[in-house]
Nanobody, 115 residues
Framework: QVQLVESGGGLVQAGGSLRLSCAASESIYSINVMGWYRQAPGKQRELVATITSGGGTNYADSVKGRFTISRRNAKNTVDLQMNSLKPEDTAVYYC?????????WGQGTQVTVSS
């Protein structure tokens, strides 16, 4: 079972930046896909960005050009660099891992962007 721990959330003004990190309990070489999702109050959880074990990335249209997902293999960590933040980016951000067809989730970290 993969355990995921997120960090880096907080309160930031619009236009600012935050960096989220997701630490996995095992080598991320063995994890097919890792990603970030978010859920705003009253809304469904949505994809933000994913990265495969081969380094391929995918982004939601709403964050393209502003967010960057990356891997630090030696630290078993996946990061999400968020720039030019907007109030509509406010949500709980969850780390996700897919391994052998099973989904694993972190506990979430709150990101709040003030206008």
């Amino acid at each position: 079972q993969v355990q995921l721990v997120e960090s880096g959330g907080g309160l930031v003004q619009a236009g600012g930046s935050l960096r989220l990190s997701c630490a996995a309990s095992e080598s991320i070489y063995s994890i097919n896909v890792m990603g970030w999702y978010r859920q705003a109050p009253g809304k469904q959880r949505e994809l933000v960005a994913t990265i495969t074990s081969g380094g391929g990335t995918n982004y939601a249209d709403s964050v393209k050009g502003r967010f960057t997902i990356s891997r630090r293999n030696a630290k078993n960590t996946v990061d999400l660099q968020m720039n030019s933040l907007k109030p509509e980016d406010t949500a709980v951000y969850y780390c996700n891992a897919i391994k052998r067809g099973l989904d694993y989730w972190g506990q979430g970290t709150q990101v709040t962007v003030s206008s």
